[in-house]
């Protein structure tokens, strides 16, 4: 992009120093509605390599040049005189952030994954093969729900059967401290009345 901005050191008449001069140049964008329609508008150009960098390289050059005239700002350098124009010496660091902002919005979608993946897959081989890598995942998906739904149907399964098995288990260590009580029972009463207790593993197992 030229911008047309001449800040050359120069001496005019007077001998104090030139201002910046910049010239500015408006391209008027043709009627939507004329023959040549889609002819030249980015949608279409961006598909085209060359274009795309040149395109990246001006939208680099305008973030660069709203970077460094924002920065001057800061420091309180002021473009004035007759050859500047009113929009440039009107400009102040909070207009000028506004306009980065969409700067470097462009600059992230020309540069992003995203933007790169809709270009390859104008690419008819590029297509086919993204098409047949979806259709193989959606058929792993299916595979995959398919087991999930399975192992969903186990884990019921054994759920039902550990809480049978609770069940049982605390029925069968009721009866066995009850056995135990008896067999206790029955073997003091042949001792003339001792006290007998079963010692063992038996014991760990009720307390448990």
Known sequence: IDWGIDLTDASNEAGEAAEPQEEWTVI???????????????????????FRARLL????????????????LDRGEVWTGEGVPGAVQEATPESLA????????AVERLTCSETDLLLTL?????????????????????????LIAGLDDK????????????????????????????????????????????????NVVLAS
């Not at 390289?57 to 001057?72: I, P, S, T, Y």
């Open 98 to 105: 506004s306009m980065l902002a969409p700067v470097e919005a």
């Open 155 to 202: 884990r019921r399964e054994a759920r039902g059967h550990i809480q049978g098995t609770t069940t049982k288990l605390e029925f069968l260590m009721v009866h066995t401290a009850r056995l135990k009580g008896h067999v206790e029972g029955h073997l003091s009463k042949l001792y003339s009345g001792r006290q007998v207790n079963i010692i063992g593993n038996i």
């Open 57 to 72: 390289n001006d939208v680099l050059e305008l973030r660069a040049f709203l970077m460094q005239r924002k920065l001057e």
């Open 122 to 146: 104008k690419q008819r081989k590029q297509l086919l093969r993204t098409a047949k890598g979806l259709k193989q995942k959606a058929s792993a998906e299916s595979k995959f729900r398919g």
């Open 28 to 50: 008027e964008q043709e009627d939507a509605d004329s023959s040549d329609h889609g002819k030249g508008y980015p949608g279409v150009q961006l598909e085209d390599a060359d």
